[in-house]
């Protein structure tokens, strides 16, 4: 009997911590399948005292017998792939046998890196917070049919097709007055790319397929978040491809009426990286508290996450748009020892009251916030403080789907599966 396609994504500006929950629930599913996004994911597991941080390849490598698969909607720059795969050996992993890249996946060369950084200069204050691996660029000759596929490095005519492509970025460049040392970036990316092209391409689409038909249980792995897709996130301060559930048909060739479950996690507060409008952003001892104590830093960039009360609209119209079937809330030990805490239940717009996450919140938004009773310390086990236990229903009441998995701290063993209560 065919298999359905679970999916799990992050529900608001990305850094939710969907690597953990991946590698928690891994043992579950026998394909961990990233769809979409580059190296500026940066998705971050502690096991056994190890910390671990990915960037391309799926959060299941771990996991002794799942195979993961790079989707043909992720962009690959197989310079810092194959330092991910070469961290993974020295760390004992067996990563080339379990480890397969799909043809469709695009590639990122060294001149695309060039003319993120120079759109980025260009922009100046307007810039928007680019992580600059050249993701954005890779995207744009993608959808503008220039782009250099995986499964070009099997082509015989592979170094013409690099370098039509590299003329052009050139002409980009000189537009801009970017200087590019062509042949400094490159040596590095040709090794790498040789490197690559002996590893395990697959025609993903007929794989999956195939896999779903034997009955097997795959789980799409999203990067970033929901409220950074191209097309429903607070645009322009988004990144180039669809974070959202729909995003995962188009990235590994599923059809939707072979998804099943869709997991959305969230933290029990809000982050954000680099530019972009944060209705709840605490520009004050509170949100540098929940920065030290959460460690908000970029685990690509390094960069200070900006951090704020939990956003309810915003994780509504996540839910919304994904079909979201559950959510795993991630940190909440990071509001350990606060007397109360705060929801955002609605925003003031233009002297008007909403509960809906509006088209632009860029404009003058002002929260609503409900103050809610803390939880004091939280002992990584079951049964769960009650205080805990009506957030989570707050939670739950205002969104419409059940919590069904908490974190309470960093390692995989920290973390409680929940039976929650009927969502009414």
């Known amino acids: 009997m065919a298999a359905r396609m679970d999916v799990l994504l992050g529900a608001q500006w990305g850094d939710e911590g969907k690597g953990k929950v991946v590698d928690v629930i891994a043992p579950d599913y026998q394909v961990i399948a990233r769809f979409q996004g580059g190296p500026n994911a940066g998705h971050t597991l502690l096991f056994e005292g190890r910390k671990h941080v990915l960037h391309t390849i799926p959060s299941g ?8 698969l790079v989707g043909n909607g992720v962009v690959i720059d197989p310079i810092i792939f194959l330092k991910e795969v070469k961290g993974l050996e020295a760390a004992g992993v067996d990563v080339r046998k379990a480890l397969l890249i799909s043809r469709r996946a695009h590639l990122i060369v060294p001149s695309h890196r060039a003319l993120d950084a120079a759109s980025e200069a260009e922009k100046g204050r307007a810039k ?50 970017h200087v590019f040392d062509r042949r400094e970036a490159e040596a590095e990316w040709l090794d790498a790319v040789q490197e690559l092209r002996r590893m395990l391409l697959v025609d993903s689409e007929h794989y999956l397929d195939q896999v779903l038909r034997d009955g097997k249980r795959v789980l799409a792995e999203g990067a970033q978040g929901t409220l950074l897709d191209i097309d429903f996130g607070t645009y322009p ?54 920065r030290q104590a959460g460690h908000e830093f970029g685990s690509t960039t390094g960069r200070a996450r900006r951090c704020g009360w939990l956003d309810l609209p915003a994780l509504h119209y996540a839910v919304m748009i994904n079909g979201i079937t559950d959510l795993a809330m991630m940190k909440a030990d990071v509001l350990n020892g606060m007397d109360t805490v705060r929801i955002c239940t609605g925003y003031r717009v233009n002297g ?7 088209y632009d919140i860029t404009s003058d938004v002002e929260p609503i916030y409900e103050e809610l009773e803390g939880w004091g310390e939280l002992h990584h086990e079951a049964p769960l403080p009650a205080s805990l236990e009506r957030y989570m229903a707050r939670i739950e009441q205002a969104v419409g789907v059940p919590i069904t998995l908490v974190s309470l701290g960093p390692d995989r063993a920290q973390t409680v599966l929940r039976q929650a209560a009927t969502v009414r």
């Open 237 to 290: 301060f988004v990144t180039s491809s669809n974070t959202i559930s729909a995003g995962a048909s188009t990235g590994l060739g599923v059809a939707p009426n072979r998804i099943g479950r869709i997991t959305g996690i969230f933290k029990a507060y809000c982050t954000r990286v680099g530019s972009g409008p944060f209705p709840t952003e605490l520009d004050d001892a509170t949100g540098e508290h929940l």
């Open 128 to 177: 928007i917070g680019s992580t600059l691996k050249g993701i954005g660029p890779t995207y744009m000759d993608k959808t503008g049919r220039n782009g250099l596929r995986v499964g070009d490095l099997e082509r015989s005519d592979l170094m013409d097709r690099y370098n039509a492509l590299v003329r052009k970025h050139e002409r980009l460049l000189g537009m801009h007055d």
């Open 61 to 68: 490598v771990f996991r002794e017998g799942t195979i993961n």
């Open 352 to 358: 008007q009251v909403t509960d809906r996450m509006p």
